[in-house]
């Protein structure tokens, strides 16, 4: 019974950030187990480039580092923040979900060229919380029960956590930048006067992972609690 309840919980989980948490839940595992390691994965042009190892591109993203608190941490706003896009503003829109991915990911290969970062995961989950709380703007946060503020100002408090816990925060602030390039050409550039749309999504994504038909079971997060956690619950303004 247990088994089929987690199983049912599971593929509620939209695609996209099934497929995404998974494949970090399972690369970590595979790390843990020694089955690889990670100067397997980590981004390197040159062995990129040179040695043609293209699975890198996509493997920096897949691994954030050894399973402890860091690990958890990263893990859980990126399965809530990913999963609460996909169920909110990209509801019904898996294929520009799907673009925003390579979007980001693109962009973050191109700045991790100079930036000397070998693996971009936590950038990316920045990426996403960015997006999100630009998106939500009236939802007040909550953090570690300490700090009250509205969503936006979200990724600015994780870079701060971060430096009390002594990481770098070129990883957060590449998260934000990236965040903050797609946030403006998606959502701020076409509505301006004389204002285009940059982005659009490939005919081909939309021919594969958009389809009419939605679950009738589909159950997703409540926006109501969008931290769902201590560090990063909240609330909409006036609920």
Same mark, same amino acid.
């Given at each position: 019974?247990?088994?089929?309840?987690?199983?049912? $919980?599971?593929?509620?989980?939209?695609?996209?950030?099934?497929?995404?948490?998974?494949?970090?839940?399972?690369?970590?595992?595979?790390?843990?187990?020694?089955?690889?390691?990670?100067?397997?994965?980590? #981004?390197?042009?040159?062995?990129?480039?040179?040695?043609?190892?293209?699975?890198?591109? !996509?493997?920096? %993203?897949?691994?954030?580092?050894?399973?402890? #608190?860091?690990?958890?941490?990263?893990?859980?706003?990126?399965?809530?923040?990913?999963? =609460?896009?996909? $169920?909110?503003?990209?509801?019904?829109?898996?294929?520009?979900?799907?673009?925003?991915?390579?979007?980001?990911?693109?962009? =973050?290969?191109?700045?991790?060229?100079?930036?000397?970062?070998?693996?971009?995961?936590?950038?990316?989950?920045?990426? @996403?919380?960015?997006?999100?709380?630009?998106?939500?703007?009236?939802?007040?946060?909550?953090?570690?029960?300490?700090?009250? %503020?509205?969503?936006?100002?979200?990724?600015?408090? @994780?870079?701060? %956590?971060?430096?009390?816990?002594?990481?770098?925060? !070129?990883?957060?602030? @590449?998260?934000?930048?990236?965040?903050?390039?797609?946030? #403006?050409?998606?959502?701020?550039?076409?509505?301006?006067?004389?204002? !285009?749309? !940059?982005?659009?999504?490939?005919?081909? @994504?939309?021919?594969?992972?958009?389809?009419?038909? $939605?679950?009738?079971?589909?159950?997703?997060?409540?926006? $109501?609690?969008?931290?769902?956690?201590?560090?990063?619950?909240?609330?909409?303004?006036?609920?």
């Amino acid at each position: 019974m247990a088994y089929q309840s987690l199983r049912l $919980e599971y593929l509620q989980i939209p695609p996209v950030s099934r497929a995404y948490t998974t494949a970090c839940v399972l690369t970590t595992a595979a790390v843990q187990l020694e089955l690889i390691t990670p100067f397997q994965l980590y #981004f390197n042009p040159e062995l990129i480039f040179k040695h043609f190892q293209i699975w890198r591109l !996509i493997t920096n %993203f897949l691994f954030f580092g050894p399973v402890g #608190f860091n690990f958890l941490f990263n893990m859980i706003f990126l399965y809530r923040y990913c999963r =609460m896009l996909e $169920e909110g503003s990209f509801r019904g829109r898996t294929a520009d979900f799907v673009f925003m991915f390579l979007f980001g990911g693109f962009l =973050m290969t191109i700045f991790g060229l100079f930036v000397s970062l070998v693996f971009l995961g936590q950038a990316f989950t920045i990426m @996403l919380v960015y997006v999100w709380s630009r998106r939500n703007p009236y939802v007040r946060m909550n953090f570690f029960g300490l700090l009250n %503020f509205q969503a936006p100002f979200l990724p600015w408090v @994780l870079m701060g %956590f971060s430096l009390l816990l002594g990481n770098s925060i !070129i990883v957060d602030l @590449l998260g934000i930048a990236v965040g903050h390039i797609y946030y #403006f050409l998606e959502d701020v550039f076409p509505i301006q006067p004389g204002g !285009i749309r !940059i982005l659009k999504t490939p005919s081909i @994504l939309k021919a594969i992972f958009d389809t009419p038909d $939605e679950d009738p079971n589909y159950n997703p997060l409540p926006e $109501e609690r969008p931290g769902g956690f201590a560090w990063g619950e909240g609330q909409r303004l006036g609920g």
